[in-house]
């Protein structure tokens, strides 16, 4: 349920309908938008008369009932308006959300060591990324593969960003090793495997960092947003959406079917800022073009694009990254207006 | 297989080498590129020797296997050149492929009277569809749904091309309609269900009309490509590909899975041009802008999109359907350069 | 909407009702089961007030409203009775339906030559089929891949017949090949590629021999009734599903997901007696007897089974085909009560 | 790779061969069969040469790779030979594995109250279950919803075990809960949401309670047995794989597709004991029944079965429970033999 409060209302005014609902045993959230102030309120609202709400304050413009099941994620809960996600990086803050310039996250797909991740660092920055990307955990089919290099690839992500005043974006798989990875990241990612682990939904969810909370491979778009919820219920309103592939009967030329039409289907449903990962929607670097172009006409407010100074050589998911030169020319035409009907 | 000719090869000598094929029991097809020309060769060649062809003729360049099991319809098949479908419409030649300006086909889903597909085809044409389309029989789940006017319908088309000079795009779902279609028609479209209807394939595989071949509800790429190559194999070069979404384990908010990937990989694996239907692929008019936009700036070489006067009274897909107005704010979208990073 | 008249009631009475049911607008079928007879209503039924038809006669019990879209096909218009569908044969006829034998169904994917037909028919007639499946018209991925014998497969067909008094299985895929594969085969098979080909469902439904209806690939449980139910609207009333897998994400060790639960589901929700194609379902012999087995506890009505003398040598889909000793054992197995909790 | 041995090897000389194993890097397993001693071996074979190792011993028999990416989960680890899971329990030991007794675990969603999870337990273990499941930490797609009553509820599992003697299986969604679950359960259950969760397998990898995996919800086979790889790499031999249904495009009747194949898919390519969860499977109490039969006919070496003893009123899944007395019924039909083709 969500107060609409009149323009104009004073702050003393909020802060008592606020302590008012507290006493009513529900939990309430200002939340300041450009045009007006909205208390949303999550708690037992399912039997309570919106009018009763209505009658505590004459500076209540309505008492409206969120009708989806992710309360806090919905785009209602805002009363339509996008929030923002600001991620302070040592290059100044970059702003994630609706109407803000497309944020580009860039990295390898695992870290491996110091020249190629500073090298990955360098061209990625130059090119016009504001995040670095990097696995220092890896979450890996097989317990024989290579399952990241863990803290030593925490510190040469520290290194990268010292260098080049890159945001970090790293996964976490284990909540054991969240706080190490707090101390470096910016922003900590949860992976698609990941995405119905409550336990860690919750502990992400209790910590300050932003979080970028990745599509799971068979999650429908309710399940995604139930998600997200878990995090912003426990107390963290930063979350980013990340689309990355769904999967689906098709696999012979994609590794995923990127589900572009999350986008607007998103956009409606939910305030939060969505970034794209044409990477692994597509699974193969020469597709990787087409989709981050389409994810920027459709929409996306952020990409995510695995570049590695040697794909043929990656330590995982090579198939999938652009090289820096790759990369650059990728950022010149997503710089540029896109293609339309004419061409 | 196919033959890559020198530049400059006589044209006897394309001639002789084309019949001395037929002897060996293939079926030679001429393909003139811009820079190159190409002989075709299918049948039993398996087993053949690339080398013992090369011998016949000293304007030969090279023979070179087609290793995808689409034969006609692979890229390798003209040596990498994109094929072009030139349809004639009453208001000129319209060319559907890889670098011409993108062609918007725009439309009811049935047509429901006179005075409807008059108005939409109007509509259409001021704001840019260069092709009108409109179903006269319908393929509808329950066998009580309304079915179409059938060929009261065609009439209607018929009336619409004369009015506006658009061409017409429109379903067949029985070989026993096609001349009648056909009379009307320019470009006859195979739907979903049937994309596997392998005796309707070889139908409009042996008339001269080109075929606007939409993807099966759950065929892989494959799959799909083989569908074409039975139209192709019947003689018919003129097909079109259509992606309308696949189908998935989410459907909750839209009613397919646009797979706009399957652009940059159809384009890497066939010179067959590429539609993009986002009415079908999402369900909802809302969603079908952003999609629109995002299939151009994927590469798209032409669009269908549902347009209908009165979406909220139409026999069938109202909620996918665009107004005329908002079809009109979409092309006006569509033929300025899409956003890039910065918004 | 179905009239449920009281045990008892006279036949003019019966025939009363449906006459006046007739000058209402609507289409009665006369329906006798085991205790009631019941009169199913198609037409215009939605605004029709059930007191209203009761009115017209005491020997009305009641006038139930059936909610199902499919509903000619839905267990409620029989009011709850199995239909079973009896198809004579040379050796006698035979019944389809819950509570009889399970009809086993078995023969080669396509019919190859006279010899492998003839000899696999005897095979799986001592064995305890009843029927010899044999494709004479394939569909097939490929164009370039073995199309079926086509009519003079259907003259082995009717030879295998004559010999062993087998009834004939075969596949349609062409409205234009009906008549002359209705002459030799006791029932019709709609491939699952056609399941939406409605122009041939209403042809089929249009003449008097059983359908066999394959479930689509990626059709769901109501879209497969609904395309049982143009047949049976079109006037035949003695259909048969056949589940044989469905399309999923894992095909790594199937080739398709074989839906058991469909058993149950289309138990409770129709009337029309269940098939189940585990060669299909599971795309590999080794693993055909475990699903025939639980198909037949989950309630099956019946199995189709490809069997082929020389699984090696098949010209198509042999690496899911029984050799008949195989086949000999498994039905061997069947034909003794299946193991229980303690093994 | 493995190491199979003559019969009769002594035992120092399978040490000998073991320790020796280890000196060249690798970490040799020694599997006692019933007729073989196999000595598996994990590490980098990739390069090994298997005849250099045959040379090392008279003894052995033959060295063979696994080709399989899953090593110790596959079945040529064990030379073909199943494996037992055995789990104590207050009434004896139970043997989960191919050849043994369907093993039968039954029990509520989640762990209510004392009276009701005391009161299933008693009415399972009458009908014939060895195992009590009840969740006492719930994985639950919204925040908002019921999760568990944790600690108390383990509390409540250990009273009902010392009152029946059943074992116990129970989640774990967090290796924190890891210590204190493992005080109660017998077996510790992985949920499909977690299938993935690669930290939390190597941490019940990592202690000695016998698992139960559950696949995900869109896990392939190979990526559910390089799950299983994981706990087994990490030292703990004792896995149980549960099917619970798979995500497809079809759940209108069914909340999860079933994948009975699994039963034979899995029999070949693992040694682990294979269970099937026809309530999550299917969804829906009214197919369990069915689903049941299915998956004991087609091999099944335990069922998991949802038993509440008011499914009507159950804080979750109560659709998918049954009733005491269904479940008595259940039992019943199948201690009997099931039916055979004849019914």
């Known amino acids: 349920m969500i107060i609409v409060l009149k323009s104009g209302t004073p702050s003393e005014e909020i802060e008592r309908v606020s302590t008012e609902m507290c006493t009513w045993g529900l939990t309430p959230e200002k939340i300041v938008g450009k045009h007006k102030v909205v208390i949303g309120l999550v708690g037992e609202t399912a039997e309570l008369d919106p009018l009763r709400i209505q009658e505590i304050s004459p500076w209540i413009e309505h008492v ?92 040469l992500l520290a290194a990268a960003k ?24 910016d922003v900590l990612q949860i992976g698609a495997r990941n995405m119905q682990n409550f336990s860690l939904l919750k502990r992400v969810g209790a ?80 597709f990787v073009p087409a989709m981050a172009k389409a994810a920027v006409a459709a929409g996306a407010d952020a990409l995510m694009i695995e570049v590695h100074p040697n794909p043929a050589k990656a330590l995982s998911d090579g198939a999938q990254s652009l090289t820096p030169d790759q990369f650059d020319e990728l950022m010149q035409v997503l710089q540029r207006p896109l293609v339309s009907l004419s061409r």
């Not at 010292?162 to 990241?185: F, P, Q, S």
């Not at 970028?212 to 426990?234: C, D, F, Q, V």
Request: hydrophobic share 40%.
């Open 64 to 155: 409206l009932r969120v009708e989806q099941p992710f309360k806090r994620a919905s785009r209602e809960y805002r009363h339509g308006e996008p929030s923002e996600v600001v991620v302070p990086t040592p290059n100044g803050e970059v702003i994630f959300g609706e109407g803000h310039d497309v944020v580009v996250v860039a990295g390898p797909c695992s870290v491996e060591n110091e020249s190629m991740i500073i090298e990955t660092a360098q061209r990625v920055k130059a090119a016009g990324a504001k995040f670095l990307r990097g696995g220092a955990y890896k979450p890996r089919t097989s317990p024989y593969a290579f399952q990241g290099h863990g803290e030593s690839a925490l510190d």
């Open 162 to 185: 010292a260098k080049t005043g890159l945001g970090i974006i790293t996964e976490v798989m284990d909540a054991a090793d969240l706080e190490k990875i707090a101390e470096v990241a």
């Open 207 to 286: 910590q300050p960092k932003p979080v970028l909370l990745k599509r799971g491979m068979s999650a429908t778009i309710e399940e995604w947003l139930m998600a997200a919820e878990y995090i912003l219920a426990a107390g963290n309103p930063n979350v980013i959406l990340c689309e990355r592939g769904i999967r689906t009967f098709d696999r012979e030329y994609t590794r995923n079917t990127l589900d572009l039409a999350a986008i607007p289907v998103l956009r409606k449903l939910t305030h939060l800022p969505i970034m794209i990962d044409p990477s692994h929607g597509t699974g193969w670097a020469e």
